[in-house]
Structures are given as C-alpha cells and as structure tokens.
C-alpha cells in the first residue's frame, strides 16, 4: 500500500515569503501527483499536479518531481494571507484506476 | 465547476444507530469516493464507486457499507455507529480519465457518535 509523508507539520511565514512543503512517498510507479488545498471548514480543492519527472509552474505555484527520489516539493511564491490554509499531498495509484493516498497535511499560517 | 453535496452537514448519533451519509453530484462523474479525515491522519479511503450499482472497499472499509443507486448519488452506511467513527467525511467524485483525473470534493460531513 502506497504511504505518503509530508513535512513540516506546520510552518509559518511572513506575508511575501517563499514557502516550501516536501512530500516523500513509496512507490515509484505511481501514476500522477496532486496537491490540493483545503481552508478550515471546507473540502480540498486541487491546486497543480505533475505526472512526469521535473518540474510545472502555474502562476505563483511550481512543483518539482523526483521520481528517483520519491520526492515531490511544492512552492509558493509572494505568499499570502489567503494562502493560508493545510496543504495534502495526494499520490495516484498505479493499475489503471485514479485512487489517490493522501499524506497528513502541512498546516500553513501566512502572517500579515 | 464541478459540483458535490453532502447532507446532512452535521450529525449526532447515539452508539449502536444506524447513520446514513449522502452525497450527490450534478456533473455526471463516473467514479465517486467516501473519506474520512481524522487529525493526524490525512484523508483515508473508504469505499469507492466506478458507476450506478458497483461499490468497492477502500483501505478503511470495516464497520461501513456503500450504495450507489444513481450515476449522482453513493451512500455511506454505518449500520451500528461506534464513537471510534467520530470524524469528518468527505465524498468526492471524477471522470473516468484512468489515473489523471482531479477529483473534486464536498463541504464535508461532521460526525459526532456519542
């Protein structure tokens, strides 16, 4: 069964900063990565997602991929208040299907 | 934007009751999943769905059942609540596009088993 780990727990940053969250999972075979975001009270959106080794920017958003690794990384750029919320780590299985394990989440505080 | 309700959004039940939690999606998605999210955690997978009358086991499946009646509607039962299912679940739903398709989510479901 594929295991997910994200770090840190949690982290908090001034408004502006650069924000990193790592994500480490267990099968290199694994379809697509996903990361969603999630504020409190409400269900986790999707953010971006990478399915080929390297790395994708969107907008303020850039994720990395290192299957050789099985490390994904996701930073946020010019963060923001808005920003603040827990971030999931989610990996798609292998075999043809789109079931995703999710790792525990990093809870993100923004400071003004 | 896709759209996924859940109902109801807050529930108290007694030990040993019968919940049902349901869920409801207008986009004609194949495939609909049921989790719950406990601090610590993450999401973990329930029961899942490919379409109107099939229902799968997750990773997490003891103590609950799925339905799937409808290609917009899958069900989760727990046929004698325990206050270990205490959580808030969330169902979700995607095309079939195999591996590479975003699932989109409810507001969620609080459960409170006393």
């Known amino acids: 069964q594929e295991k997910v780990q994200q770090s840190p727990e949690s982290l908090i940053v001034p408004e502006g900063a650069m924000v990193s969250l790592n994500c480490s999972f267990s099968?290199?075979?694994?379809?697509s990565i996903w990361w969603y975001q999630q504020h409190p009270g409400k269900g986790p959106k999707a953010l971006i997602s990478i399915f080929s080794n390297g790395n994708k920017k969107e907008g303020r958003l850039t994720v990395y991929l290192n299957r050789a690794s099985l490390h994904v990384s996701l930073h946020i750029k010019d963060s923001q208040p808005s920003d603040s919320a827990v971030y999931l780590c989610?990996?798609?299985?292998?075999?043809?299907?789109?079931?995703?394990?999710f790792g525990q989440g990093t809870v993100l505080s923004v400071i003004p | 934007e896709a759209a996924v309700t859940q109902s109801p959004r807050n529930k108290v039940a007694v030990t040993g009751g019968k919940v049902t939690l349901s869920c409801n999606q207008t986009?004609?998605?194949?495939?609909m999943y049921w989790y719950r999210q406990d601090t610590g955690h993450g999401l973990r997978l329930i029961h899942y769905s490919y379409g109107a009358g099939s229902t799968e086991k997750g990773d997490i499946p003891d103590g609950y059942k799925a339905s799937r009646p409808s290609q917009e509607n899958f069900s989760l039962i727990l046929e004698l609540a325990t206050p270990s299912q205490t959580s808030v679940y969330f169902c979700a739903s995607d095309f079939d596009w195999g591996n590479y398709a975003e699932q989109f989510f409810g507001p969620g479901t609080r459960l409170t088993v006393l």
């Open positions: 986009n004609n998605h194949n495939n």
């Open positions: 989610a990996v798609g299985a292998t075999g043809g299907n789109n079931k995703l394990t």
């Open positions: 099968d290199s075979a694994s379809q």
